[in-house]
């Protein structure tokens, strides 16, 4: 099949072996150099010979990568860092068709026309190469090689419809991510690939959908360069690209390339468009006929620049560079960035001053050769080559290590998203070509470890980046076992409340309630929401029966202020408090979870919750209970169901001006049967002093906000009496005295103690006593005693201020709490 010596060219369409063909014949030889047309080729090949032939006999030399041990027999390159003065038995150019792309085509045709093997030269291609090839180069064999699996058209598809182990074509970054948002909302995930993937960013996204991970990939056309994945169908996301120069429509070799990676040995493929037929990107007819028959127009042109430029002077160099080729099937580039930035630097001065020898120029021109990994555009990459020429044309002729270092640093982070990282990888990728360029560095070897130290921590935290962005493992664990019969997901409920599908945790039960993971996106949410609903009914109703039967411990008041009144079982939440007419019987309102419950469970959990509420009003508020009751009760006397019904009806604490009407009816009998309820008639306030203390005071602002539909109030701190003025604690337990608030059962004593020391009408001196162990300042005790119908009284010898008695003035308006309080709202009611 191939002569010794020989100049052979196998062609034809995409899946036809044609680069296993040429790895086999390479590790046949005794060397053996292959040019690629991507870095991530070069290391996928790379690693397989390596595999082959020992770590120590293959060489890897890319621009910003290079393994080059001692003893190296076989080169895998990119096409532009093929070592073409080196002597091997074999070289073989892969997708040579590629010198006719207007940017990097000069270099395939350089690489066509100059790169042979001492042995055997293999030249790969489509078969529109064919008339190139035959012009160029006419002594060499042309062997086809038919595709060995069937390539057919399937149309449009919506992207939920798309097959497993589907590839998506985009022709831009942002196409691509929003591609994969996309399908993480729909199917759980997909990989990412990108030219500008490092390889280790790349091979551990491929990884993910070669293992199954993941059953989609989303990538840029890069997957048309020979990159091997188990693809059955190719998806164009659209059929229009960028150049870098205009927005066109592919090229029919083009989209051959990129559908014909659909299909793997003789497993056929399909390929078509995302979207539908009206409003997505379409395949003319023709098109679609020629991809299916691998029938393409032949090349009638190749791009041809001088690889081997006259670099006597400036001028002779970019003269031998824009020089046009002398064959007519040859056009001359268009101008490269490469050729850009050196023009733009020959008009310096400084540039021209230095370049005076053919060394030196090579040197500019060689540093003119650092890609634009950033893609800044010819003019910013320009200062920037030019700072770089301007350390290897002075002193030693190196780099200087600080600049080199504190670039490497600036660099060295892994925060950000994951644009920020790849435009961190970018950057680094032109500080690992410096760095593998034998003389720019003092210590090449350090820096060219730093740079793929660095180049690899930040490929990690990309794919794991592009992992967190694009893939939930979640929903990819649900399409991938158990597809759309949510009925067949093995859910796991740890103690803790962790939901789990198939080991993946997908959100928390809480109580009854499930909610899915907080990285949850909304779409995702709705299918995982389903899958619980469906499968955790049987832990619900097991939940429900332990409620059921638990202790009253587990059961608790929720009081905090500022939240809606209810009953927590074991901490959760499962139930809230709304008003009724009788404020000892609220109603109860079931946590939605709760009430989602089937009809058995849930009436066990209303019972349960209701007797525990119940029990806990009785015991609380027992007095208040009484009262009630007697108000209620036809026994007693209407007088004094007049003063009961308000006095229950507000919490057991009220004003005395507003039952002074009540009051007024009673006689001597109907006074001690109110006492006998624990009801204390002041001379300011009708309370019951066991409702006072703090649990009682808990239970009655809780009940009053419930039944007012109101959250919960702040209370004043357990077992304080006497508090700096706040209307917002005060209510009706305390009462309002200037700068201070004293609690009403303590007003009483006062006002007790101040009627047991007065003589009639008499001015006298109450004992200060009382007061000051209290606390309550001298304004306070003067605003309690006017309250109390006394005035000051002057001319009188003798310590403390001295008071007379002037009968009560209970008409007086009284200091209101602040609206929205509970203790506000009770006086409120007793006021109507």
Avoid at 50 to 70: C, D, F, M
Wanted: glycine fraction near 8%; charge should be positive.
């Amino acid at each position: 099949m191939f002569a010794s010596s020989s100049l052979a060219a196998v062609l034809g369409p995409t899946n036809t072996g044609k680069t296993h063909l040429a790895v086999e014949r390479m590790c046949g030889h005794s060397s053996g150099m292959m040019g690629f047309p991507l870095r991530l080729l070069a290391r996928e090949v790379y690693d397989r010979v390596v595999a082959l032939k020992g770590v120590e006999q293959v060489a890897l030399i890319t621009g910003e990568e290079k393994i080059l041990p001692p003893k190296a027999r076989w080169f895998l390159c990119t096409a532009e860092s093929m070592p073409l003065d080196r002597d091997v038995a074999f070289v073989a150019l892969d997708e040579a068709q590629l010198g006719a792309d207007p940017e990097r085509g000069h270099v395939f045709t350089d690489r066509l026309l100059r790169a042979r093997g001492r042995e055997e030269t293999l030249i790969l291609g489509s078969d529109s190469l064919r008339p190139m090839l035959r012009a160029l180069t006419p002594k060499a064999e042309i062997i086809a090689r038919p595709r060995f699996s069937t390539l057919s058209y399937a149309g449009a598809k919506k992207l939920s419809r798309l097959p497993k182990r589907s590839a998506i074509v985009a022709f831009s970054a942002e196409e691509v991510y929003a591609v994969a948002e996309m399908l993480r909302r729909l199917r759980g995930g997909s990989a990412v690939v990108m030219g500008a993937l490092s390889p280790r960013t790349r091979n551990a996204q491929v990884a993910m959908f070669q293992a199954g991970e993941v059953d989609y990939l989303v990538a840029t056309d890069a997957i048309g360069m020979g990159l091997n994945m188990d693809v059955a169908h190719v998806a164009f996301a659209s059929l229009r690209k960028f150049d870098g120069r205009r927005q066109r429509r592919l090229t029919l070799a083009e989209m051959a390339q990129i559908a014909g990676r659909a299909g793997r040995h003789q497993r056929d493929g399909t390929f078509g468009t995302l979207g539908s037929e009206e409003s997505g990107a379409r395949f003319e007819p023709e098109e679609i006929e020629a991809i299916e028959s691998h029938d393409f127009p032949p090349l009638d042109h190749l791009y041809w620049r001088d690889g081997s430029p006259d670099a006597s002077g400036i001028d002779a160099l970019i003269g031998a560079l824009e020089a046009r080729p002398d064959q007519p099937v040859l056009r001359a580039a268009p101008e490269a960035t490469d050729l850009a930035v050196l023009k733009r630097l020959a008009d310096e001065p400084w540039v021209r001053d230095r370049a005076r020898t053919p060394a030196m120029v090579a040197r500019l021109w060689a540093a003119c050769g650092l890609p634009d990994f950033r893609k800044t555009g010819a003019d910013h990459h320009a200062r920037f080559v030019g700072r770089l020429f301007r350390h290897l044309s002075e002193g030693d002729g190196h780099v200087p290590h600080q600049w080199f270092a504190e670039e490497i640093a600036r660099l060295d982070s892994v925060q950000g998203d994951v644009e920020t990282l790849s435009g961190r990888i970018a950057a680094a990728r032109s500080w690992a070509y410096i760095a593998h360029r034998p003389d720019w560095l003092a210590d090449p070897a350090h820096w060219a470890a730093r740079s793929q130290a660095l180049e690899e921590k930040l490929s990690d935290a990309l794919h794991a980046g592009l992992t967190q962005r694009f893939v939930d493992r979640r929903t990819a664990v649900l399409m991938r076992d158990f597809g759309s019969d949510d009925a067949l997901l093995p859910v796991t409920v740890a103690a803790d409340g962790t939901v789990s599908v198939d080991d993946e945790p997908i959100g928390r039960l809480t109580g009854f309630a499930f909610t899915p993971t907080p990285d949850a996106r909304r779409g995702d949410n709705r299918r995982l929401l389903a899958a619980a609903d469906r499968r955790l009914a049987g832990e619900r109703i097991a939940r429900a029966r332990a409620l059921a039967a638990a202790r009253d411990d587990a059961f608790a008041l929720v009081s905090e202020a500022g939240a809606a009144v209810g009953i927590a079982w074991d901490g959760i939440v499962v139930a809230t408090l709304g008003g009724t007419r009788d404020l000892l019987r609220p109603r109860l309102l079931l946590d939605r979870a709760v009430a989602a419950l089937d009809a058995a469970p849930r009436e066990a959990v209303a019972a349960r919750l209701e007797r525990w509420l119940a029990g806990r009003i009785a015991r609380a508020l027992a007095p208040l209970e009484k009262i009630a009751a007697a108000a209620a009760d036809k026994a007693t006397p209407p007088a004094l169901r007049a003063l009961l019904a308000p006095l229950a009806e507000a919490g057991g604490a009220m004003p005395r001006s507003e039952g002074d009407a009540a009051l007024a009816g009673l006689d001597k009998a109907m006074r001690w049967r109110a006492r006998r309820l624990g009801i204390t008639i002041g001379a300011l306030d009708i309370f019951v002093a066991p409702l006072l203390k703090p649990e009682a005071m808990r239970w009655r602002a809780a009940l009053l906000a419930a039944r007012r539909g109101a959250a919960m109030p702040a209370l004043p701190p357990p077992g304080m009496a006497l508090l700096p003025a706040d209307p917002a604690l005060g209510g009706a337990d305390y009462r309002m005295l200037g700068g201070q608030m004293l609690r009403i059962d303590l007003v009483e004593r006062i006002a007790r103690a101040a009627h047991e020391a007065r003589d009639g009408q008499r001015a006298f001196a109450p004992d200060p006593a009382l007061a000051t162990s209290m606390g309550l300042s001298a304004d306070a005790l003067a605003r309690l005693m006017a309250l109390l119908g006394f005035r000051a009284a002057t001319g009188h010898e003798g310590a403390g201020p001295h008071w007379a008695w002037q009968g009560h003035r209970r008409a007086r308006p009284r200091p209101r709490a602040a609206p929205g309080n509970a203790f506000a709202a009770l006086a409120e009611l007793t006021r109507r």
